[in-house]
């Protein structure tokens, strides 16, 4: 691993610093103990998706409520979804106490005003439209509407289940940093076709399960692909070099033009590229911290690691891949089980978007991982009613060979959402 002085916040970051700054920073070593839940819904007013969003009433809501019972935190997305973030719990049953809890009073007041949080990847019906003016996402936008479409529809339409874990220990084993990214990325796939929930967007059928998921493969692999190479490498090594070839995306500033010159990297910057442009300065830690913020593979590293790559699940299904991906890393039991069923289509992202458990192998994968996490949530201690939430989910879908996908496909109405 790279071994260089890191700069102070405000002084000018060299390379090899911001390497060993990226290294360090984003893997936190030691004991594995805390997890962390972030709820995405979009927002449904007065039982008709046809209705543009009325981000005022949203806003209002958001205001009125208040500290929270279980002290999440809520926010507003771009497009005006909303974002429910648990505070870290010790173990799986407390988590999923604490965002029911909060989930509960944050529901009642969005349907007192007759407005539902759907758990659904995408948006099925509207047209992406930003309702956030701050210099980030005005940034954002007009870089990733270079790359078509796919950018503002994953910043304005997507609801994910994202789960953050601790990274692990610094040696070897189950419980070892090394083995666990590669573990969250091995089942990765399985686990996007299992769960996969989003087969619309602007009331037609994508040909996708996982339209979300399409959106996140759409633009800018530079900031969005997997960063794995293989079982066993150091992703100190590997996620550095990620990063830093990345294309820079805002540089902040007191105003509210936070433009970067376009193709810039965060390495080029480092390595002077800033004398060339007018007005631009050398980086900086803050900097580089920030630009770390900007990317979005399926499993980021931010000191924790955050699982990025599932579906928003409807009613309270979110509970099931937070529960199985808690239960494969934390019983290497279900671990070794799951990397066995999942060996035949590691790295197959797109197929696991496209087709879900369509396809044979990614259907024999995913039933493979969620049948192990079942059998692991007891050795570690999950609540009947998690234990049960998974043999519901893994009877309704995975074991008939389905996903939430089929279900949204199957109504005859997607705007009036009858069912089957």
Not at 20 to 44: D, H, I, N, Q, R
Not at 204 to 233: C, E, I, M, Y
Request: charged share 25%; hydrophobic share 40%; with cysteine.
């Amino acid at each position: 691993m790279t071994k260089a002085r890191v700069e102070g916040p405000g002084e000018p970051l060299r390379e090899a610093a911001a390497e060993a700054y990226v290294a360090s920073t984003c893997f936190k070593t030691g004991p594995p103990s805390l997890l962390g839940l972030e709820l995405e819904f979009v927002v449904k007013h007065d039982g008709d998706w046809s209705q543009p969003v009325d981000d005022h009433r949203v806003r209002t809501i958001l205001t009125t409520l208040g500290e929270l019972p279980a002290a999440g935190t809520l926010t507003l997305e771009p497009g005006a979804q909303v974002e429910l973030s648990t505070r870290p719990a010790a173990d799986l049953a407390s988590l999923i106490l604490n965002a029911c809890t909060d989930l509960a009073l944050v529901r009642r007041a969005f349907e007192s005003d007759g407005i539902e949080l759907v758990g659904t990847g995408l948006d099925p019906v509207r047209v992406p439209r930003r309702i956030l003016d701050h210099p980030r996402y005005v940034e954002m936008e007009r870089c990733f509407d270079r790359w078509g479409a796919a950018g503002r529809t994953m910043m304005c339409s997507t609801a994910a289940v994202q789960l953050t874990v601790d990274a692990g220990l610094e040696g070897g084993g189950s419980q070892g940093f090394t083995s666990r990214w590669d573990l969250l990325h091995e089942v990765g796939p399985a686990l996007v076709a299992a769960f996969a929930n989003s087969p619309f967007r602007r009331g037609r059928p994508t040909g996708w399960k996982s339209s979300r998921q399409q959106a996140w493969l759409g633009f800018d692999p530079g900031r969005t692909r997997s960063v794995h190479n293989g079982s066993g490498t150091d992703p100190r090594e590997t996620y550095p070099g990620y990063a830093l070839d990345a294309h820079v995306l805002v540089v902040r500033s007191n105003g509210d033009d936070w433009r970067a010159p376009s193709g810039l990297t965060f390495r080029a910057w480092t390595r002077g590229a800033w004398r060339a442009v007018a007005g631009l300065r050398p980086p900086t830690v803050a900097d580089l911290e920030y630009h770390l913020t900007t990317l979005f593979p399926p499993v980021r590293a931010r000191g924790p690691v955050e699982v990025r790559y599932l579906d928003a699940q409807p009613g309270d299904a979110w509970r099931v891949p937070a529960a199985v991906v808690t239960a494969l890393l934390e019983d290497p039991r279900s671990g070794d089980q799951a990397r066995d069923a999942a060996a035949g289509v590691v790295g197959r992202w797109e197929a696991a978007a496209r087709d879900g458990v369509d396809d044979a192998s990614l259907a024999q994968a995913a039933l493979g991982c969620l049948t192990a996490a079942h059998d692991g949530l007891r050795r570690i201690g999950a609540g009947q009613d998690t234990v049960a939430a998974v043999d519901a989910y893994l009877e309704r879908y995975t074991a008939r060979g389905l996903s939430p996908a089929h279900e949204q496909l199957c109504r005859s109405d997607v705007l009036q959402g009858q069912a089957c």
